[in-house]
């Protein structure tokens, strides 16, 4: 499956995710941090369960080894266990949150309900990726949130 196909699908289950929670409480969640990977992505944990409910929200990552790229969200537990098997489906690297490691920033949706994190070797600049996340409404930031 190439990068933007993978990249669509995971677009098309934030956005069903995200859905889905604006219809739930959203105050928030907490979770413990996963382990992020280093250049090969080789230390996330893969498999995991969603983390911590707050308000009966859960959250999700993908990390795409071969993209640079990670999308994580939170949302009720139905949704993003359709969101792990699609990135399951997109042989992503599931976890709770997106790692730390390399990454060049990240860009958190309005209404704080996911984000897309970056890496070292992604497959645009930072320029670019800063410039995409302005104009898409976006908050850039130096690490996962």
């Known amino acids: 499956m ?4 993978t990249l669509s699908l995971m677009a ?4 069903a995710l995200a859905a889905c929670s604006s219809d739930s409480d959203s105050s928030g969640s907490s979770g413990t941090a996963g382990s992020g990977p280093g250049a090969g992505g080789s230390n996330v944990s893969s498999g995991a369960s969603a983390g ?11 990390y795409f080894d071969g993209a640079k790229s990670c999308t994580q969200a939170s949302g009720p537990a139905a949704s993003v266990a359709q969101a792990k098997a699609n990135c399951e489906m997109a042989h992503a690297v599931v976890s709770e949150t997106c790692p730390t490691a390399n990454v060049v920033g ?5 209404g704080a309900t996911g984000a897309s994190c970056y890496y070292t070797g992604s ?18 930031g130096a690490t996962p949130p």
């Open 2 to 5: 190439d990068t933007k196909t």
């Open 12 to 15: 098309a289950a934030l956005l």
């Open 52 to 62: 911590g409910s707050a308000g009966g929200l859960v959250k999700v990552a993908c």
């Open 106 to 110: 990240c860009c958190t949706s309005a």
């Open 123 to 140: 497959l645009n600049d930072v320029t670019t990726l800063m410039d995409a996340c302005a104009k898409g409404g976006g908050t850039w």
